[in-house]
Structure formats: structure tokens, C-alpha cells
């Protein structure tokens, strides 16, 4: 549980991840925005809080790993790393552009701190589970963390993922479904609505939680709570807005991939940089 301090450290390091990831797609002039957008407090908690990690060293055996299938939300990934050190914070204005580190679709390969690559959608579930079963024949303590998006649901491979996951125990595993009801195309609800998902995760023998997917402390909250159950996977389901904090991507449809004039972030980047500010103030 985050105590006053860390909770303030942790919303303060949200807001600068957000300002990052706005500077990375204002220089770009376009780019996935809604997706990325979405989980940012997912990973203020993580690499701010919950995660073990060592950016000196990004292929430590002992760190937790952090598997995002949906890989196309890699420019809020790449801030954080950036932000922790995991490489230099100039990196980031050469997003997905020739010769870059930082390609639209995470990387292993090309950049540090990234442990797999994604963006196929469905094969980062596979993927994680590989990983976690692994680390769990090993005797290791390790976590793996895997954020899917509730669009990627669509996907028979992520279901397929979740009966392995249920069946062999796989609870060094917390799943989080970046539930913001949007997909490429439209609303997921108007392209296949997947109904109820806690329950639907329950059915295939996982213990779910529905949290406010923008709230620090519920996320941390259910991350410790998931942690306590043993006898069965866990799944944290995240109840967000696409494009959160970006108003010119926030309650658009479409949303998934938006190109920005000159200038257009400006002012998103001014509010979320003066909340950084206030955050960090109170430190």
C-alpha cells in the first residue's frame, strides 16, 4: 500500500510520464496516442513502485518483467524508461523515425528495458506465460506483468492463454486488461462486445479485479491484492479512458493512431508538466 509520500511520488512521476509521452508524439506529428495514453498510472505504479528492476542492468535475471502485448502503446512505455534511466531522454524524440531505437511496435532488440517484442496482437500472452511458467519451474520469485488491450480480446490466442494460465497455476502472472472500450475501428462494444470481463476471466479460473484504471492507488491496491492469492492467476481489469489527458485524442472515436498539427499538444503538455510540478513541490 502506498503510503502519503509514495503516492504523491507516484502520481507526480504519472504526470511526468504523461508530459514525455506528449513531447514524443508532438515531435513526431502523429502516432499512437489513445492506447498509450490509457496506461499510464499502470506504469507509474509499476516501474515506480511495485516492479523490481535495475535500468544499469536491464537484463537482470532477478528483475521482474514487464511483457506489453499490446505493443503499439509503446511511446508511454518508452517515457517511463527513459524517466528511469533506462537510456538517454533523447531517445524519445526520435520515435519511430529511420534508424531509431524506439520503433512504433516494442522491441527487445532495439531497445533497453523492453523485454519482448510485441504488437502482434495476442503472441505477448504466450509469451508471458512462456516466461512466468519458466521462472516458476526455476524456483524464482520473479513477477511478470502482461497488459493486454481489451480490443486484443478478439484475439482466440489470448483465451487460449488464459486456460494454460489457469490450469498450470500460473500465479507469478498479473494480467491487466486496458479495458477503455475503444478499438482501432470503433467502440469495442459495436465491434464484439466481449460482455461481462470479470466474469468471463472467472470462468476460465482466474481471480479478477476491476479497478479505476487512472487511480495510483487503486492500481497499487490491486496489484498487492493479487499478489495475496496464490491458488490461481490473477487479473486486474482497467477501467480507463483512450487517449486519456490528450484532448485531442480523449472521447474522439477514432482514436487508436491521430495525426497532431504544429503545436496542437502545446497546451496538453502545459497542464500535465504544471500538475508535475505541483506534485514534485510537495516532496
Known amino acids: 500500500m502506498l503510503n502519503e509520500k509514495e503516492l504523491t511520488r507516484v502520481k507526480a512521476f504519472a504526470a511526468q510520464i504523461r508530459v514525455e509521452t506528449l513531447k514524443e508524439l508532438a515531435h513526431l506529428g502523429f502516432g499512437h496516442v489513445g492506447g498509450a495514453m490509457s496506461i499510464v498510472e499502470t506504469l507509474a ?42 537510456f538517454p531522454m533523447d531517445w524519445l524524440l526520435t520515435l519511430n523515425q ?11 532488440t532495439k531497445t533497453p528495458g523492453i523485454d519482448m517484442t510485441t504488437g502482434s496482437l495476442g503472441q505477448g500472452v504466450s509469451c508471458a506465460l512462456g516466461v512466468a511458467h519458466a521462472l516458476k519451474l526455476d524456483g524464482k520469485d520473479n513477477y511478470v506483468y502482461l497488459m493486454v ?10 483465451w487460449e492463454g488464459a486456460m494454460y494460465a489457469s490450469a498450470k497455476n500460473i500465479n507469478n502472472l498479473i494480467w491487466f486488461v486496458d479495458w477503455n472500450k475503444q478499438q482501432l475501428d470503433g467502440n469495442t462494444a459495436d465491434v464484439l462486445d466481449m460482455g461481462d470481463l470479470s466474469k468471463k476471466f472467472e470462468s476460465f479460473g482466474f481471480n479478477a479485479l476491476v479497478v479505476n484504471g487512472h487511480c495510483v492507488k487503486a492500481i497499487d491496491e490491486a496489484i498487492d491484492a493479487a499478489k495475496a492469492v496464490t491458488d490461481k492467476p490473477s487479473v486486474i481489469i482497467l477501467d480507463t479512458i483512450k487517449g486519456y489527458g490528450c484532448s485531442a485524442a480523449e472521447g474522439v472515436v477514432p482514436n487508436h493512431h ?26
Open 45 to 86: 505504479v509499476l516501474y515506480g513502485k511495485q516492479m523490481k528492476i535495475d535500468p544499469t542492468n536491464p537484463k537482470w535475471e532477478d528483475r521482474d518483467w514487464y511483457i506489453q502485448s499490446k505493443g503499439h502503446a509503446g511511446p508511454a512505455t518508452y517515457a517511463t524508461l527513459a524517466l528511469k534511466g533506462y
Open 98 to 108: 529511420g534508424g531509431t531505437n524506439l520503433p512504433s511496435h516494442c522491441d527487445r
Open 149 to 158: 488491450g481489451d480490443g486484443e480480446l478478439n484475439e482466440g490466442q489470448v
Open 258 to 283: 491521430i495525426a497532431f498539427k504544429p503545436g496542437q499538444l502545446d497546451g496538453d503538455i502545459e497542464r500535465w508538466q504544471a500538475e508535475y510540478e505541483k506534485l514534485s513541490a510537495q516532496l
